[in-house]
């Protein structure tokens, strides 16, 4: 990880918002077609977002250790 620029950041920032308009795009029909199928989806998503937060967390304590 010694390589890791801003540049290969910022590209990783980019293209995670590219990825999740596009899945938001995608799917936007379908959520409006079968509403009972993404019943729980904003809590699970919040979910793995919480997890990986912690992580990152974890992470940045142990360095500073």
Known sequence: ME???T???VFAA?????FLVG???AYKDD???RPDLFKGSF???LGVILVI???L???MISRLG
């Not at 980019?14 to 590219?18: D, G, L, R, S, T």
């Open 3 to 5: 390589r890791v620029t």
């Open 7 to 9: 540049g290969h950041w």
């Open 14 to 18: 980019a293209f995670a918002v590219a």
């Open 23 to 25: 899945v938001v795009y």
């Open 31 to 33: 959520i409006k077609k």
């Open 43 to 45: 809590k699970f998503l």
């Open 53 to 55: 937060m912690t992580l």
């Open 57 to 59: 967390v974890i992470k």
